[in-house]
């Protein structure tokens, strides 16, 4: 079964830090690959995607992520965040034929100002 | 962002009571999710319609009823629900990818539910 996982749950940084998120997920196929972040009080938003081409890709905000193929990976960064960045982060996985996504448990990111 | 809403935006439900939850969207999508959002875990996907065609009952317990009369509104119905059924509920569609879509999937605000 695929499966999507997060390694941080709650992660604390002050503002201009480096952050990087992790996600690994386990399935064959080919995949699709997002994150969501959800502000505090507002609905999932789409972040950043990846379907094919270039592994580093960019979204919104200053984020950006990489699709590493050999580790199953496709971690999250930003290389200095902002309070406004506080919110909680999802990585999905879709698999490359179906409308279905598989969402890791998120990661609570917490920026001091 | 307005392109999928959902009603009410807070619901209080006793566990003897029936209630239903809305969901619309304005996107021209042809797929449609539900999804239980609970404190501390991923979030869960409950229902998948494509085409106004139920393919995926994710396990739910039948006080879950999901109808979509077509490709733009997705109900769920709910009846003797249970206190640990209190969550965010959200919606969400998409373009299928079979149909030539990308699979992202575009969320509504959600509907917090309390059973008491």
């Known amino acids: 079964a695929q499966s999507v996982s997060q390694h941080n749950h709650h992660v604390i940084l002050s503002e201009a830090a480096s952050l990087e998120l992790g996600c690994n997920y386990s399935?064959?196929?080919?995949?699709?690959l997002f994150w969501y972040v959800q502000y505090p009080g507002q609905h999932l938003q789409l972040l950043l995607k990846?379907?094919?081409?270039?592994?580093l890709v960019k979204g919104i905000k200053g984020f950006e992520a990489e699709f590493i193929k050999s580790k199953f990976s496709f971690n999250l960064r930003k290389p200095s965040v902002q309070w406004s960045d506080t919110a909680e982060y999802f990585c999905?996985?879709?698999?490359?034929?179906?409308?279905?996504?598989?969402f890791g448990q998120g990661t609570t990111l917490q920026v001091k100002p | 962002e307005t392109g999928v809403t959902q009603t009410p935006r807070h619901l209080v439900m006793g566990m003897t009571n029936k209630k239903s939850l809305k969901c619309e969207q304005h996107l021209g999508h042809n797929a449609m999710y539900w999804y239980k959002q609970s404190a501390k875990k991923p979030l869960e996907l409950m229902f998948v319609?494509?085409?106004?065609?139920?393919?995926e009952n994710n396990s739910v317990p039948s006080r879950f009823s999901p109808e979509c009369p077509n490709s733009s509104h997705l109900f769920l119905h709910l009846h003797t629900l249970q206190p640990e059924d209190s969550a965010l509920y959200l919606c969400?569609?998409?373009?299928?990818?079979?149909?030539?879509?990308?699979?992202?999937?575009?969320f509504g605000p959600g509907t917090r539910l309390t059973v008491t």
């Open positions: 999905a996985v879709g698999s490359g034929n179906t409308g279905k996504l598989i």
């Open positions: 319609y494509n085409f106004k065609e139920q393919t």
């Open positions: 399935y064959g196929g080919t995949v699709n």
């Open positions: 990846y379907f094919s081409g270039d592994p």
């Open positions: 969400a569609s998409s373009q299928d990818p079979i149909a030539g879509g990308s699979g992202e999937q575009y």
